[in-house]
């Protein structure tokens, strides 16, 4: 099994470039950065509780694709007062989503939102997450669980990427655990919907669609540092919401 340590020595060369010296003492001003810098806020001055009124200035959600989109500056780094505009630019722009796929996820969510929203529970987000812990269990929405991401990374058959069969059975396995250990679980016909959508995108979305699968090294930068590698590539085609369900019910297979 591959460790969130290792892999993170595998990735600190190709994510060096673009990093933002934030100095001394943690502190930077957002508005100096240009968009595609790679700035991560620290846990004191950002909350995921859905709809939270905490003075802390920025925003995460449960998705680490969008908090990463946050961290580049290519949506509102604050994570607050997105617009459908912000996302829709991010998106295609970033992943090459194509508009209709984009115009699927974006009607998820309201006209202007923060990405807190997107921890309310069994809305979208949902329990048996592929890295984060269920809601009974208490927590921030937003706190990765470093076993559960080290579970995922180290399935990796050919130990450089992850496809359809790692995250199939990944994706399987965390809804067993769920009803084994949470007396609360919830996993209808809404939560299966979203979180197998989710890890297509994982796949297509982070791995740039190359060869249905995403690169060890991408999936720890994008779930673990919410962090776009700088050597991503995206799709070399528009990215269309037919092909993300041809992959969505590969990943089925595996319930």
Known sequence: MLSVVAVSALVVSSVAAG?????KNGQVSIDSLLVG????????IVTGYADSTSPVPFRRSPCPGLNALANHGHIPRSGKNITHEDLRAALMSVFNFDSGLTQVLLNQLPATFSLDIISRHNVLEHDASLVHNDE???GDPININETMVENLLGRSL?????????????RRDRLAECRANNPECVFGSNQTTFSY?????FIVGCGGNVNESVTVEAAHSFVWDERIPDNYVASAVPVSFSYMQSVTAKLLKFA
């Not at 990093?19 to 100095?23: A, H, M, P, Q």
């Open 158 to 170: 050919d130990g450089k990427s992850l496809g359809i069969t790692e995250v199939g059975e990944t």
């Open 136 to 138: 009974y269990f208490g």
């Open 37 to 44: 810098e790679f700035y991560r806020p620290s846990s004191d």
């Open 197 to 201: 959508l989710e890890a297509a995108v």
């Open 19 to 23: 990093s933002v010296d934030i100095g």
